[in-house]
């Protein structure tokens, strides 16, 4: 237990905004030097406002360290914006951040979620089920060939951390011929019933990643073709992720890639995502700017979201990414990856036997879905930019005290609950709007 002798640095929490509480709470969290406190309570005293209570625990974020919540005499929130500002001057403090009282906190704690990319490595031995076990209804269940060869693949993506070559699968003579019979049959499909921005990517994962009949493509030749296009990465998962890990990964742009194929005694089955599903399905599309978009979109909607929220995102997400449609023209056309990788719902789909609703997020969310038969409801979204205008109305609705932005250059996920942070994202739009008037004159 430190005490006003602890020093430390000073780590950063915020969950909740200004203007709730009569009550001023401040959270800070500390760990290692000593004396750090005394220089935060130092800034109090510069800020002139007294202390009526401190209180510590182990901290959840520093380890090891404590977490301090702090009451103030400071009614006004310009008063509250003083004291931060004060600590913030210490220069071992990051941030800090205002929180209500601790009763208040803990009542509205928000769910863990990952600000930056490293953070996903938490992820790496997180599967709902068959990750390394299969469930009896596997088509390789009984087959202990398939299992060892499945857990092999699995253990290496148990073991990836960010960072590391992704792993390369030597794929047998057996598991080629699986993929090739899924292969040729879906080219076969796709320029009947693929949305357009499918179709143009296509040929240049054939150019550039090794996609053919004959070859099933690593996915570090994927990634980097990916990121080339629009900055999406892969990394490789153990099974099916939990909806909240998944959609948090999107906030990254990174989508999870299982490596292993399905039982080659049913190359028209799976009953999990596998290499058939992943490549064939969802790739296409992270190589497009307003698809990658609207990934992302709902991405960042789900880092720190309610279970409720989560429940909503995922439903979007399995009717856009995995099950939607899109309108071309006056055709519907197919950009979900559960349907480009389906032989028979593909077809089924885009016939008059479903009901077509336009994609709504609001109803969209609430829509209930059968996982092990086809479709009654598909979503049609008019274009992947107005879904995502779409999606971005709808996470406003969303009940979330903070927002969220993710910053490419340091891969990571910058949570917007400071004057100082909102105040450096003006400056940048206000950059990029003085970028786009000087291309406005030269165009
Ligand atoms: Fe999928």
Same mark, same amino acid.
């Given at each position: 237990?430190?005490?006003?002798?602890?020093?430390?640095?000073?780590?950063?929490?915020?969950?909740?905004?200004?203007?709730?509480?009569?009550?001023?709470?401040?959270?800070?969290?500390?760990?290692?030097?000593?004396?750090?406190?005394?220089?935060?309570?130092?800034?109090?005293?510069?800020?002139?406002?007294?202390?009526?209570? %401190?209180?510590?625990?182990?901290?959840?974020?520093?380890?090891?360290?404590?977490?301090?919540?702090?009451?103030?005499?400071?009614?006004?929130?310009?008063?509250?914006?003083?004291?931060?500002?004060?600590?913030?001057?210490?220069?071992?403090?990051?941030?800090?951040?205002?929180?209500?009282?601790?009763?208040? !906190?803990?009542?509205?704690?928000?769910?863990?979620?990952?600000?930056?990319?490293?953070?996903?490595?938490?992820?790496?031995?997180?599967?709902?089920?068959?990750?390394?076990?299969?469930?009896?209804?596997?088509?390789?269940?009984?087959?202990?060939?398939?299992?060892?060869?499945?857990?092999?693949?699995?253990? !290496? $993506?148990?073991?990836? *951390?960010?960072?590391?070559?992704?792993?390369?699968?030597?794929?047998?003579?057996?598991?080629?011929?699986?993929?090739?019979?899924?292969?040729?049959?879906?080219?076969?499909?796709?320029?009947?019933?693929?949305?357009?921005?499918?179709?143009?990517?296509?040929?240049?994962?054939?150019?550039?990643?090794?996609?053919?009949?004959?070859?099933?493509?690593?996915?570090?030749? %994927?990634? *980097?073709?990916?990121?080339?296009?629009?900055?999406?990465?892969? *990394?490789?998962?153990?099974?099916?992720?939990?909806?909240?890990?998944?959609?948090?990964?999107?906030?990254?742009?990174?989508?999870?890639?299982?490596?292993?194929?399905?039982?080659?005694?049913?190359?028209?089955?799976?009953?999990?995502?596998?290499?058939?599903?992943?490549?064939?399905?969802?790739?296409?599309?992270?190589?497009?700017?307003?698809?990658?978009?609207?990934?992302?979109?709902?991405?960042?909607?789900?880092?720190? $979201?309610?279970?409720?929220?989560?429940? *909503?995102?995922?439903? %979007?997400?399995?009717?856009?990414?995995?099950?939607?449609?899109?309108?071309?023209?006056?055709?519907?056309?197919?950009?979900?990856?559960?349907?480009?990788?389906?032989?028979?719902?593909?077809?089924?789909?885009?016939?008059?036997?479903?009901?077509?609703?336009?994609?709504?997020?609001?109803?969209?969310?609430?829509?209930?879905?059968? %996982?092990?038969?086809?479709?009654?409801?598909?979503?049609?979204?008019?274009?992947?930019?107005?879904?995502?205008?779409?999606?971005?109305?709808?996470?406003?609705?969303?009940?979330?005290?903070?927002?969220?932005?993710?910053?490419?250059?340091?891969?990571?996920?910058?949570?917007?609950?400071?004057?100082?942070?909102?105040?450096?994202? $003006?400056?940048?739009?206000?950059?990029?709007?003085?970028?786009?008037?000087?291309?406005?004159?030269?165009?």
């Amino acid at each position: 237990m430190p005490n006003d002798n602890t020093k430390g640095e000073l780590g950063m929490h915020c969950d909740a905004g200004l203007s709730r509480s009569q009550r001023t709470t401040l959270l800070f969290s500390v760990h290692d030097k000593v004396g750090a406190l005394d220089e935060c309570l130092c800034a109090l005293k510069k800020a002139q406002v007294s202390m009526t209570r %401190i209180e510590s625990r182990p901290s959840k974020s520093v380890e090891p360290g404590y977490d301090f919540f702090v009451d103030i005499e400071a009614h006004t929130k310009d008063k509250v914006m003083q004291v931060i500002d004060e600590i913030k001057r210490v220069d071992i403090v990051r941030d800090v951040s205002y929180i209500g009282s601790l009763e208040e !906190k803990e009542a509205d704690a928000v769910p863990w979620f990952p600000r930056k990319i490293s953070d996903l490595d938490t992820f790496s031995d997180k599967v709902l089920e068959m990750g390394e076990e299969l469930s009896s209804d596997h088509p390789g269940a009984s087959d202990p060939v398939y299992r060892k060869r499945r857990l092999e693949i699995v253990q !290496k $993506a148990k073991e990836y *951390r960010t960072g590391q070559p992704l792993p390369h699968i030597d794929y047998t003579e057996q598991e080629r011929e699986t993929w090739r019979q899924v292969y040729t049959k879906l080219r076969e499909m796709h320029p009947k019933y693929a949305c357009r921005e499918f179709l143009h990517v296509f040929p240049l994962l054939e150019q550039n990643c090794g996609y053919g009949p004959d070859n099933i493509p690593q996915i570090d030749a %994927i990634s *980097r073709f990916l990121k080339d296009c629009t900055g999406f990465t892969l *990394r490789p998962v153990m099974g099916l992720l939990t909806p909240r890990d998944f959609l948090n990964s999107l906030a990254f742009r990174v989508f999870h890639s299982t490596q292993y194929i399905r039982h080659h005694s049913r190359p028209t089955y799976t009953p999990e995502p596998d290499c058939c599903h992943e490549l064939l399905g969802h790739v296409p599309l992270f190589a497009d700017p307003n698809f990658a978009e609207l990934a992302q979109e709902i991405g960042l909607a789900s880092l720190g $979201a309610s279970d409720e929220d989560i429940q *909503r995102l995922a439903t %979007i997400f399995w009717f856009t990414a995995e099950f939607g449609l899109c309108r071309e023209g006056a055709d519907v056309r197919a950009y979900g990856a559960g349907l480009l990788s389906s032989f028979g719902e593909l077809e089924y789909a885009l016939t008059e036997k479903p009901e077509h609703q336009s994609f709504n997020p609001s109803l969209t969310s609430s829509q209930k879905y059968p %996982i092990t038969e086809y479709q009654p409801v598909y979503f049609v979204a008019d274009s992947f930019r107005d879904a995502t205008n779409k999606m971005r109305e709808f996470n406003s609705t969303m009940h979330r005290p903070f927002q969220v932005r993710y910053n490419p250059y340091t891969q990571s996920v910058e949570v917007l609950d400071s004057k100082d942070k909102v105040q450096h994202l $003006a400056q940048s739009i206000r950059n990029e709007m003085q970028l786009l008037a000087n291309a406005l004159e030269l165009v």
